[in-house]
C-alpha cells in the first residue's frame, strides 16, 4: 500500500501564482470608525438623506461610499439590531429602515437631533462602528456585513492594483511560468555548486505579443574573489547582475548605433555582470527593446525574494512584473507583510510600481514560517555574517 506522503508526491504539481499584498492593503484590515445611525420611516428615507447631505456636506471628507447607506433590520448584524430595537422602542420595524447620518467626529448629536426635527417625529440616535476604507475582496466585505454593518466590494483596489488587473495579467504568465522559475533555479544551483555563491538565481524575460523569450540568466556570485568572512559582494547578487547583464547588452546595441553608451563609474567588474555559469551563457540573448528605460516591461523570475537593495534596483529599472518562489522574512524587500513590511513593489510614493506574485504548487504545504527556516539554515551555515547581510 502506497503511504500518503507518495500519494502526494504522485500528484500533478499545478502553478499558483500569490499576489503580494500592498503595504496599504496590509494596514487596513478592520479599522474602523464611530457614526450616527437613526432609525427613520421609509417614506421619509429620501427626504432625510437629502436633509443630511445639506448638513454634512460629502460626508465631511469621509468616503463612505463602501457601506450601504440604508439597511434593513433583518440585514444588520444581531448585536446593532439588538441596541436599535431597544433604543427606538419600535415593535414593527417592518415600515422603517437604519440610515447612516455621518461621521460622529463630524457633527454633534445636538445639532443632528435639531435639524431632522423638521422632517422626523423623533429622532432616535445610536453609535456604531463601521469600517473606515473599502473591502478589497468579496470574502472581506461579507466578513465586515456579519460583523458591522452591510458592506460592498466594488471589484476594485484603493490600496493596489486593480483586481482584473492582476487577474489578467496572470492568466499571461501561468502557462509559462514554471519554465522560467526552472531557469533561475538551474542557475541557482550551479551558482552553489560552482562556489560562486548562494543558492539564489534569476531569469529576465522578455514577452511582445504573446511570446515570451529570455533576455539574461543569473546566479548569485557573492563570493567570487570575495572574502568568505565578510557579507559577500552585494552588487554581485543574481538580481544586479542580471539587471547589468541587460545593460551590457544595451550598450553593445547603441555602439552598434552610434548611439550615447552607459558607463559606470569606478572598477565596474565588481558587478560580475559578464556570464560565467553555463545556463548564463546559453540563456544570454539580445537586448530586449526598451522605451527609455532599463528594463521597461520585462518580467523577472526570482528563485527567492530579493533584498531591499535589489528590491530597489528591480523598481527603478521599470520592471513590469517580478514573481519568486521563497519568502526572505528578514531581510526581502518585495512582501509588506514580512518582518520588514517593505512592500517595494508597489508604494505610490516611489516613482514606480509593478505586480509581484509568490510562485507556489497546488499540492505543496510550503509556509512562510518553512521559508524563515530556510533562511536560518543558511544563516547557521554562514556564522560570519548576520541576517542582515543574507540577501538573495
Known amino acids: 500500500m502506497q503511504e500518503s506522503g507518495d500519494d502526494e508526491k504522485s500528484l500533478p504539481r499545478q502553478v499558483l501564482l500569490i499576489p503580494l499584498k500592498t503595504t496599504l492593503e496590509t494596514r487596513s484590515i478592520d479599522r474602523v470608525i464611530d457614526v450616527y445611525i437613526t432609525c427613520v420611516p421609509i417614506k421619509k428615507a429620501s427626504s432625510t438623506l437629502n436633509l443630511i447631505r445639506s448638513i454634512v456636506p460629502n460626508d465631511g471628507g469621509y468616503d463612505l461610499q463602501h457601506l450601504r447607506r440604508f439597511a434593513k433590520h433583518q440585514n444588520i448584524p444581531e448585536h446593532v439590531r439588538n441596541s436599535t430595537v431597544t433604543s427606538t422602542s419600535l415593535g414593527d420595524t417592518s415600515d422603517h429602515i437604519l440610515l ?19 422632517v422626523l ?59 522560467w522559475m526552472d531557469l533561475a533555479i538551474e542557475a541557482a544551483l550551479q551558482a552553489k555548486t560552482t562556489g560562486n555563491g548562494e543558492e539564489f538565481g534569476v531569469a529576465v524575460i522578455e514577452r511582445k505579443n504573446g511570446v515570451a523569450r529570455p533576455i539574461a540568466v543569473a546566479g548569485d556570485a557573492r563570493w567570487l574573489d570575495w572574502p568568505r568572512d565578510s557579507p559577500g559582494n552585494v552588487t554581485a547578487h543574481a538580481a544586479m547582475r542580471a539587471i ?18 552607459l558607463h559606470l563609474d569606478g572598477d565596474s567588474d565588481i558587478f560580475e555582470e559578464n556570464p560565467m ?43 513590469a512584473k517580478v514573481v519568486f518562489q521563497h519568502r526572505m522574512p528578514f531581510t526581502g524587500g518585495l512582501c509588506a507583510d514580512g518582518h520588514l513590511g517593505h512592500g517595494l513593489f508597489w508604494r505610490k510614493e516611489l516613482n514606480w510600481t509593478m505586480l ?7 499540492n505543496t504545504t510550503e509556509t512562510v514560517a518553512q521559508d524563515i527556516a530556510q533562511e536560518d539554515t543558511v544563516l547557521e551555515k554562514s556564522p560570519n555574517f548576520s541576517a542582515a547581510h543574507l540577501n538573495a
Open 277 to 319: 555559469l553555463q545556463v548564463e551563457k546559453e540563456s544570454l540573448e539580445k537586448a530586449p527593446s526598451t522605451d527609455g528605460y532599463l528594463c521597461h516591461g520585462l518580467e523577472i523570475y526570482c528563485t527567492h525574494e530579493p533584498c531591499v537593495m535589489c528590491s530597489m534596483a528591480i523598481v527603478h529599472s521599470r520592471f
Open 356 to 362: 509581484a506574485w509568490q510562485y507556489s504548487y497546488s
Open 121 to 179: 417625529e423623533s429622532v432616535p440616535l445610536m453609535t456604531i462602528q463601521v469600517p473606515l476604507l473599502a473591502p478589497t475582496s468579496q470574502e472581506q466585505a461579507s466578513r465586515w456585513t456579519s460583523r458591522y454593518w452591510p458592506t460592498v466590494y466594488k471589484k476594485s483596489n484603493p490600496f493596489g492594483p486593480h483586481p482584473s488587473i492582476v487577474s489578467r495579467t496572470e492568466e499571461e504568465i501561468r502557462e509559462d511560468a514554471k519554465k
Open 100 to 118: 447612516i447620518l455621518a461621521v460622529t467626529s463630524i457633527v454633534s448629536q445636538d445639532v443632528l437631533i435639531k435639524d431632522l426635527s423638521k
Open 244 to 261: 547589468a547583464m541587460v545593460a551590457n547588452a544595451l550598450n553593445e546595441v547603441n555602439k552598434d548605433a552610434n548611439q550615447e553608451v
